[in-house]
């Protein structure tokens, strides 16, 4: 397994932006998929956008599609998330995790990082 830790969350107001970083330890970064995932208070856990081990392919959520870019360094074992024109709803803590992409299913990671937290106000 792989170590994960997030950060760049914070405070910003809508419309405004923040890149997440997600760190991940261990040589074998370049063979996991990447994902970000979310989870607002008294809400289940929901995809947010994920990107393959080769970098080629990404995919998003369509409730942030153009807002929002997933992006790594395997040469820095990282993975990023520019998210723009953020809104109220964004609101959640978010997760880094590594596995295999597979539909947005969480359940196909299988390493996850404790999160960190992104609150948008109006």
Known sequence: QVQLVESGGGLVQAGG???LS????GRTFISYDMGWFRQAPGKEREFVAAIRSSGR???YADSVKGRFTISRDNAKNTVYLQMNSLKP???AVYYCAAGTYYN???GTFGSWGRGTQVTVSS
């Open 22 to 25: 997600c760190a991940a330890s």
């Open 104 to 106: 947005g299913s969480p």
């Open 89 to 91: 709803e964004d609101t």
């Open 17 to 19: 932006s923040l890149r």
């Open 57 to 59: 392919s990404t995919v």
